[in-house]
């Protein structure tokens, strides 16, 4: 049982340059989030998604899109990557309805550096 | 809009007891989760109160006001290995027919020393 994976770990970009980061759970949830994490501000919610084919923007949006086909991927896109985006991205996961008491399941994060 | 405060750093000593206070003002809030996160590693989740009172899990409690828009996470007989960011995260909707979204704090850095 795999739970969440990203890749890549670990990113240098340079500025303009456009990737996407991948992120897959086997746990059957039908709720997955991204967010960011900067130095002394916690994390930060980018999107999220309550089941395939919907999802929504969180509190930092803009720079970012994100597409939800499948129950199992999520994957998240920079659309032209800025400085200001450098920071450590955890994709997460949870089941939606009947079970709001379980928290989120997080993938080991990927470090992207735009330069 | 929604506020989570947590204080920034806190130190202890083994074996005694650390109180974690979060403080809220959401719209919508339905359940206040915590977690814990070692340095260079992802968030592990910890407890979650949607209730007033407490709710214990060995080491930990987690408390909730709801009234009073307050939380703590107690951790008593710590240990070196509970050195690390504890992090209080609120569960928000919007609307009724809307999806809710999990809003996190800064988190605090607890140090625990000999």
């Known amino acids: 049982n795999a739970g969440v994976t990203q890749t890549p770990k670990f990113q240098v970009l340079k500025t303009g340059q456009s990737m996407t980061l991948q992120c897959a759970q086997d746990?059957?949830?039908?709720?997955m989030s991204w967010y960011r994490q900067d130095p002394g501000m916690g994390l930060r919610l980018i999107h999220y998604s309550v089941g395939a084919g919907i999802t929504d923007q969180g509190e930092v949006p803009n720079g970012y899109n994100v597409s939800r086909s499948t129950t199992e991927d999520f994957p998240l896109r920079l659309l032209s990557a800025a400085p200001s985006q450098t920071s450590v991205y955890f994709c997460a996961s949870r089941r939606h309805q009947g079970t709001v008491g379980y928290g989120y399941t997080f993938g080991s994060g990927t470090r992207l550096t735009v330069v | 809009g929604q506020n989570i405060d947590q204080p920034t750093e806190m130190t202890a000593t083994e074996g005694a007891i650390v109180q974690i206070n979060c403080t809220y003002q959401?719209?919508?809030?339905?359940?206040l989760f915590w977690y814990q996160q070692h340095a260079g590693e992802a968030p592990t989740f910890l407890s979650y109160n949607v209730l007033d009172g407490l709710e214990e899990k060995g080491r930990f409690s987690s408390f909730l006001s709801r009234s009073k828009g307050y939380s703590y996470l107690l951790l008593k007989e710590l240990q070196m290995k509970d050195s690390a960011s504890y992090l209080c995260?609120?569960?928000?909707?919007?609307?009724?027919?809307?999806?809710?979204?999990?809003?996190f704090g800064s988190g605090t850095r607890l140090s625990i020393r000999p």
């Open positions: 995260a609120v569960r928000v909707q919007p609307g009724y027919s809307s999806a809710s979204k999990i809003i």
């Open positions: 959401t719209s919508g809030f339905n359940g």
């Open positions: 746990m059957n949830h039908e709720y």
